[in-house]
């Protein structure tokens, strides 16, 4: 995480970045989930994306027994296209920095 720490020298409290590359959509909807417990829900950063981390979980379990096929992430409803639940899509966000 070399970029991580040259975020930290250049300023930024804190950074979130991952191991491995990931799947653009995967970090979307991470980052869409992370933003709204930060904002809305007034978590800290460590507990935001601890929650969008087991929100994310909790999609992988519920892909075993899907409602339906769908293309689109219905974040509203919190359903994950059954493609994006794999550990590797979520599993590799950490937190660096100021995790409050």
């Not at 799947?23 to 909807?29: H, S």
């Not at 007034?42 to 935001?48: D, I, N, P, R, Y």
């Amino acid at each position: 995480m070399p970029a991580a720490r040259a975020c930290e020298v250049a300023g930024a409290r804190s950074v979130i970045a991952t191991l491995w590359p990931i799947n653009d959509e995967a970090t979307r909807i991470l980052m869409i989930r992370f933003y709204r417990n930060l904002w809305e829900r007034k978590m800290s950063k460590v507990e935001a994306l601890r929650d969008a981390q087991r929100w994310m979980l909790a999609g992988a379990r519920n892909a075993a027994h899907p409602r339906g096929s769908t293309s689109e992430v219905a974040l509203d409803d919190e359903e994950l296209p059954p493609r994006l639940v794999h550990p590797a899509f979520w599993a590799p966000f950490v937190l660096s920095g100021d995790w409050r």
